[in-house]
């Protein structure tokens, strides 16, 4: 599905990171927020729960791809979302390069 697949102790520093960046407002949680970072043009890479529906996988990755943003393999849904102090996650859009 995706691009990339983080090593898992790479996806501990993934999970703290996009947590500080949703707090900060560098990062969207969900599909529809994403799919909006993407129409703008305002992200630079999708995060993508490996359980994420069909639905998700289409309207975001496809539209990542057409717009040439890294997609990277995130864990499961319901560990993504406690991590952002959420209720399960598919996507996160992140806006900032530097995050």
Not at 20 to 30: F, I, S, T
Request: hydrophobic share 50%.
């Amino acid at each position: 599905m995706a691009e990339k697949r983080p090593a898992p102790e790479a996806m501990e520093r993934l999970l703290r990171l996009l947590g500080l960046g949703v707090g900060g407002g560098l990062a969207v949680p969900g599909v529809d927020g994403t799919s909006a970072l993407l129409a703008r043009g305002e992200c630079r890479m999708v995060v993508v729960a490996n359980d994420a529906s069909r639905r998700a996988v289409l309207k975001v990755v496809g539209a990542a791809k057409r717009a040439g943003v890294v997609v990277v393999d995130g864990p499961a849904a319901t560990l993504l979302g406690s991590r952002l102090g959420k209720p399960p996650v598919m996507v996160v859009g992140v806006r900032d390069r530097a995050l």
